[in-house]
């Protein structure tokens, strides 16, 4: 099983601050890792794939880099509506996620 | 625009089967080219994947619930479905089913409890 590990577990960031979570894979994933985000009470949704291609609807400001072994999400300018819990998946090998981040209001 | 519903009992006693079933709309699941896929979240293990089936049939499942999950697909109903058997209170979670990465349902809890 490949181990996703994310950092921090939580992120307290102020609207218009720039956001950078970080993943880690226990071992090589290539590009094929995605990232997700999650609001209470709500389905996760597809951020990037492919490490740094945005899905369908993504603002710009959110934007995915790495390769092999470490990836980082950021957000440029965080908006109100981007406080939620971030997850990274790799699909290289059958799917695994990280334990999440959370980006909170500081 | 793509959308999925779970469906089935919230409850299930110890030792039984659970059944899900995801009810597609918007794409006929037989003529997509995505694969269909069942995730669960728990507050004690997360997000975990169970598998997934293609519209040829072809499926994969976690290593861990590989002996225990069987799913299927039902093109005249335009829906896949879920079987876990033997579950303990472990598998309790929020079920979601997704189209690949791409539409998620809204998820259904499912609790295991006598």
């Known amino acids: 099983e490949i181990v996703m590990t994310q950092s921090p577990a939580t992120l307290s960031v102020s609207p218009g601050e720039r956001a950078t979570l970080s993943c880690r894979a226990s071992?090589?994933?290539?590009?094929?890792l995605a990232w997700y985000q999650q609001k209470p009470g709500q389905a996760p949704r597809l951020l990037i794939y492919?490490?740094?291609t945005r899905a369908t609807g993504i603002p710009d400001r959110f934007s995915g880099s790495g390769s092999g072994t470490e990836f980082t999400l950021t957000i440029s300018s965080l908006q109100s509506e981007d406080f939620a819990v971030y997850y990274c998946?790799?699909?290289?090998?059958?799917?695994?996620f990280g334990q999440g981040t959370k980006v909170e209001s500081k | 625009q793509v959308q999925l519903r779970e469906s089935g009992p919230g409850l299930v006693k110890p030792s039984q089967t659970l059944s899900l079933t995801c009810a597609v709309s918007?794409?006929?699941?037989?003529?997509?080219?995505?694969?269909w896929t069942w995730i669960r979240q728990s507050a004690g293990k997360g997000l975990e994947w169970i598998g997934r089936?293609?519209?040829?049939?072809?499926?994969n499942y976690n290593p861990s619930l590989k002996s225990r999950v069987t799913i299927s697909i039902d093109t005249s109903k335009n829906h896949f479905s879920l079987k876990l058997s033997s579950v303990t209170a472990a598998d309790t979670a929020v079920y979601y089913c997704?189209?690949?990465?791409?539409?998620w349902g809204q998820g259904i809890l499912v609790t295991v409890s006598s």
């Open positions: 997704s189209r690949g990465p791409w539409d």
């Open positions: 089936i293609y519209t040829s049939g072809t499926t």
């Open positions: 998946q790799q699909y290289d090998d059958w799917p695994t």
């Open positions: 492919g490490a740094s």
């Open positions: 071992q090589s994933v290539s590009s094929n």
């Open positions: 918007g794409v006929s699941i037989s003529s997509s080219d995505s694969y």
